[in-house]
């Protein structure tokens, strides 16, 4: 079965750094998506950026990007220029149509902003 | 477009008793997935339904159950609660299931 690890329980950073964040899965599979989803106290999941498999390219939007080490199976989110309303919860989840599309979530990250 | 809208937001529930959630996806959104959160064993798939077909099943008990609605709108049902269920179900929907997931808010429930 799909895993995804999130080592980090908590992690904190300065308004106006860089974080990174760590997420590491195990799959067999070649074709597969990977997502970091940020969940603030309105509990809203919120999809931050998503990776596909087959792409080299690593994925950016605005100050969040990715590095996608497929051999390594490892998936970072780096969050630049760190503002307030990044502080939430993490999760980074994998997807595979093989396994029906359905979402394997890592155990999640808190992230806490400090201005 | 309005979200995902999920009912009630909130809810209180003794052991034993049955409950049923509630999920409207975005319009023009046929596929409907839950998910439970909790924070032991953090957020697990329930099921996926799909054109009034459930599509896909977690790893749950069949306490748990649900249904699709021809207007897409969704119910979860959880009969003969245990304290254990008390979590907060999230619904997300998308068109087709294979694009971006669209959550709600979410239903926390508790079992007292």
């Known amino acids: 079965a799909q895993t995804v690890t999130q080592s980090q329980p908590e992690m904190s950073v300065q308004e106006a750094e860089t974080v990174t964040l760590s997420c590491t899965y195990d799959t067999s599979e070649s074709d597969y998506y990977l997502f970091w989803y940020k969940q603030p106290p309105s509990r809203q999941m919120i999809l931050v950026i998503r990776q596909e498999a087959y792409k080299q390219q690593n994925a950016t939007e605005n100050r969040f990007s990715v590095n996608f080490q497929k051999a390594a199976k490892s998936f970072s989110l780096k969050i630049s220029d760190s503002q307030l309303g990044d502080a939430a919860m993490y999760f980074c989840a994998y997807r595979s149509a093989a396994q029906g599309n359905k979402l394997v979530f890592g155990a999640g990250t808190i992230l806490r902003v400090k201005s | 477009k309005a979200g995902v809208t999920q009912t009630p937001r909130y809810l209180i529930k003794t052991r034993g008793q049955q409950v049923t959630l509630s999920c409207s996806p975005i319009?023009?959104?046929?596929?409907v997935s839950w998910y439970q959160q909790t924070p032991g064993q953090g957020l697990q798939f329930l099921f996926e339904?799909?054109?009034?077909?459930?599509?896909n099943k977690g790893n749950f008990p069949g306490r748990f159950s649900g249904r699709q609605f021809s207007n897409s709108r969704s119910e979860m049902n959880v009969s003969t609660l245990e304290l254990g269920d008390s979590a907060l179900y999230l619904c997300?929907?998308?068109?087709?299931?294979?694009?971006?997931?669209?959550f709600g808010s979410g239903t926390q429930l508790s079992v007292l």
């Open positions: 319009s023009g959104h046929r596929s």
């Open positions: 997300a929907s998308s068109p087709s299931g294979y694009e971006k997931l669209f």
């Open positions: 339904y799909f054109s009034e077909t459930q599509r």
